[in-house]
């Protein structure tokens, strides 16, 4: 079983950032985006992350393949509890920043989000999913 997230071949630009899954059990809350229901780990949806640089239109992550990269809260992305779950993944994309002492550093680029990656109109997300977590693969597309 994998979790396969792909970029819409619509996508032009180069992504950089952070992808995170989501998980949550239906019915858990009236929310319908996992990530923006307040919280994570112990007091919202568990979330799992991988930071990614150099994605284009058309690429596929295999989240599989990333495991050892991948941090997650509250508990590691290969303890996922096989059962009934809704699924969602999420991209905070990163901006390049130059220093006036030469270093370069990657951050997320405030666009009128107040701060918050959630607000952030230039994220990706894909449509939220439920599945049997564990029985096949998980494909979710990002949203452009």
């Not at 109109?121 to 998980?138: H, R, T």
């Amino acid at each position: 079983m994998s979790v396969i997230i792909k970029i819409s071949p619509k996508f032009k630009e180069e992504l950089n950032g952070r992808l995170l899954f989501f998980i949550d059990r239906p019915g858990e809350n009236e929310e319908p985006m996992l990530f923006k229901r307040g919280g994570f780990g112990m007091n919202g949806c568990p979330v799992f992350g991988v930071t990614f640089y150099g994605l284009k239109g058309g690429d596929e992550i295999n989240l599989d393949e990333q495991k050892k990269h991948i941090f997650g809260s509250p508990f590691p992305f290969d303890e996922i509890p096989h059962e009934k779950l809704l699924v969602q993944a999420f991209f905070i994309r990163y901006h390049k920043y130059k220093r006036k002492d030469g270093h370069e550093i990657w951050g997320m680029q405030d666009f009128g989000g107040g701060g918050h990656f959630a607000n952030n109109p230039f994220n990706l997300y894909s449509d939220v999913k439920a599945v049997k977590y564990g029985e096949k693969d998980i494909k979710l597309t990002f949203i452009t």
